[in-house]
């Protein structure tokens, strides 16, 4: 028996026979007569406690404790006899308390049970209980899936070659053609929040021919509805020296595969609590966005306007896609011009169309990229089409004169990813601290 | 000799004897007599073309390109002799052109020559043509090591256990007690942009013990400095159960030198454009700031005002720090409690002093930190003893109700870190399209 340092719940089954120091939650206090039953939950996962009678002052301790009081225990790990089933896995272990100390205790009863398996609020309740809300193990798995995402497409982009890059948020003039920016207030002039990195990304073209950034994108959308926020955070993507808008799609697809493929690897037990199963790798189906409206006429009796599909049509495609072909996600292609910014490559075949493509995942679009313009005599005409004022874009322009490779990309939305792995009711959930019209606080 | 699909400079040299395609920008031409050699950039490094004159449609387009130009070209790729002393290296190859396709050009001149070794342009001049500059060798270095940095930061992070977090940037209130918010309008209310993630880091304490973030930074501060931006990009953690603010200094001092050390491997190329050297892994010395004060006084001659350094103050203290123990980094410790804000835990046997540190590197603060405040009547007496109002402080506050484990935490400035690295003479280097009171395009 040697005296250990300071461990981890998770690597107590490391160091049985010997006396370690534990710190973490009260997750749940039980009483069996004499003997007293702590679950100890940290970072790592948790664990039981034994206080025996012959321990006095640690039982006095332990009597005190509830749930969510934060304790130190310093205690022997002990080997629990292996269930059926379970032979083979790590070593389930107990610790038998030495010493209980208090670190800190919660001021009267928490407003929700965070121990239960289910949470069961309303979307305004769990939001306004946010912090309290993610000691739920459900609610804190959405976020530990979120981190891994994050990890996961940093990793397939620089794979792939790609820069990281940092691009301003605050811009002079509302570009884009937009009218969804946030003014500020900056110093002695007005300026705008950027609704998205586009134009440094198209820059950065140029230079490093393969960038990304995973940013905050602000929109000043005054939407009520389960898939917008007002702030998110933005996987955005370009790529130089391609042959056609499939380029892009080909690594689009190639970063969601990595994406769904690493969470399903290292999230299975947070996937578990929600029945969740990340996309199978199959090949993602392409239709043109006109062949798609087609398909909702004939299949679901569906008229659309504008050429323009909806959120419901967005919806019955992604069924119909997997019912024909098994695959949850679909790209949606050749997006009429009037539907698309002017900085989108039209069609050689037919300019009423543009090289660009919607991302569907399981009825929700979750990305949105194309073919960009490179160059300057094209651009300049497809903004005064627009009925843009050239004058606005000078800088934007300017980043093409001096030779911009084909180059084409993406804007993905982190959070509609991991909603729709989870079957989240909103995006709201899927967001730490969600901003929406209403909503500023916590 | 096989048909090749494309592929990148850098790859070239695995495939000798073949035909290869490559696209790049034509870097700088030579003519010799009816040969003509283009040099071509793209990603992955430098090569070189020969254009023989047996091929006459290769060589007429080979006559028409400059500096600049986009091109395609297809070709064998053949081995170079080896030069003295570059024997075991890759072998250098070249391109025996078949193909040549101009892709883009350049309109005209460009207004730099970005194939000098060195641009030497003021900085207002390189920031204006931040985008073509950017081509220049050692522009782009900046930001091939910025983007290790980024990358290195996540990985240690992840390998301590921190879970990646995105926390809002717009929030209802100007908290922090800090004046320096930039106001947005949000629908029919104001805003503020946030300076920090400091509440919402600590937040996380309560549910998952150590959290990292890599997020815009808004800081509305009329500052007309080398060290400072008003949008930047933040390196934050915090971790919770420590022991002391030691534990803080221990995790940072640790994610400083894997960020070296991974840039020293990954960069050396860029470095040596700078003749940089990344800093040693020596311990970081740390001393408390009246000592340093008195150090001052003492080496230097140099009195301050308010207990508080200045920016000649923390070059003059590296200075002394690596005369005397060889460190690039040192940890200034217990600031006096009416520098630092609220949230900062006061030091047990004198609260006129906090558990807090900055981090100075190479003459500049890179970061600030420290243990926080977590018991809900340590913190409202605090924010009372500041004179600012407990009302502006409830979500906060209740953050703290439910058993908060002892914290602390860093916020650590990635564009300044860079800055250092390289010895820029402005941080504005550093930033890829920099913001400052007057600067707001490109």
Redesign the interface.
């Known amino acids: 028996m040697k005296a250990m340092e300071r461990t ?1 719940i998770g690597e107590a089954s490391q160091h049985i026979g010997a006396v370690v120091k534990l ?3 009260v997750h749940i206090r039980r009483d069996h007569g004499k003997l007293i039953f702590i679950e100890l939950r ?3 996962g948790k664990l039981q406690l034994v206080v025996l009678p012959d321990k006095p002052a640690a039982t006095l301790v332990a009597k005190e404790v509830r749930s ?3 304790v130190e225990v310093t205690g022997l790990v002990k080997e629990r006899p292996v269930k059926a089933g379970q032979e083979g896995v790590a070593p389930a272990v107990e610790i038998e308390v030495d010493k209980l100390i208090i ?6 009863e ?1 407003p929700i049970d965070v121990s239960a398996l289910d949470l069961d609020l309303n979307l305004e309740t769990l939001l306004n209980y946010r ?2 809300a ?2 739920n193990d459900k609610v ?1 798995a959405i ?2 899936i ?2 891994e995402l ?2 996961a497409y ?1 990793e397939v982009m ?1 794979a792939g ?1 790609f ?10 003039a509302a570009t884009e053609g937009g009218a969804n920016f ?6 002695d002039r007005d ?1 705008f ?1 950027a609704q998205s990195p586009q134009f ?1 990304k198209q ?1 950065g073209m ?5 960038v990304f950034e ?3 994108v ?1 929109r ?1 959308e ?1 939407h009520f509805t389960t898939r917008h926020v ?2 998110y ?1 933005g996987l955005d993507a370009e790529l130089g ?1 391609i042959d056609s808008v499939e380029d892009v799609m080909v690594e689009l697809e190639k970063t969601m595969q990595h994406m769904f493929r690493r969470i399903g690897e290292r999230c299975s037990a947070q996937l578990g609590r929600y029945e969740a199963v990340v996309p199978e790798a199959v090949a993602i189906p392409r239709i043109r966005l006109s062949e798609a409206l087609q398909i909702l006429k004939k299949e679901y009796n569906k008229e659309v306007e504008n050429e323009d599909i909806d959120g419901e049509g967005e919806r019955m495609i992604c069924e119909y896609i997997k019912k024909t072909s098994g695959s949850d996600l679909v790209f949606l292609t050749h997006y009429p011009a009037h539907l698309r910014p002017f900085y989108s490559m039209p069609s050689v075949d037919d300019p009423k169309y543009t090289e660009t493509f919607d991302l569907l995942f399981r009825g929700l679009e979750i990305a949105s990229g194309g073919q960009r313009i ?3 005599s094209q651009l300049t005409a497809s903004i005064e089409k627009k009925g843009l004022r050239l004058d606005d874009f000078k ?1 934007y322009i ?2 093409f ?6 180059h084409g990309g993406w804007g993905l939305g ?1 959070e509609r990813i991991v909603q729709k792995i989870l079957n989240l009711g909103s995006i709201k959930e899927a967001v ?4 929406d ?1 209403k909503r ?3």
Chains 1, 2 share one sequence.
Not at 163 to 169: A, D, M, S
Not at 401 to 406: D, L, M, Q
Not at 432 to 435: A, C, D, G, H, N
């Open positions: 981890l710190r973490g939650w940290d970072r790592s969510e009081f934060l670190v800190g205790r919660p001021e009267g928490l912090t309290v993610l000691r804190r976020f530990e979120y981190s994050l990890a940093d620089r070659g820069v990281e890059i940092k691009t301003p948020k605050i811009l002079e946030f003014k500020i207030k900056y110093f300026a929040l440094y820059a140029s230079v490093f021919e393969r995973i940013g905050t602000f000043a005054p007002n702030e955070t020296f490179h160059s300057v800088h300017d980043i004169r001096f030779g911009v490779p084909p982190s730490l601290y969600p901003r019209v500023l606080a916590p």
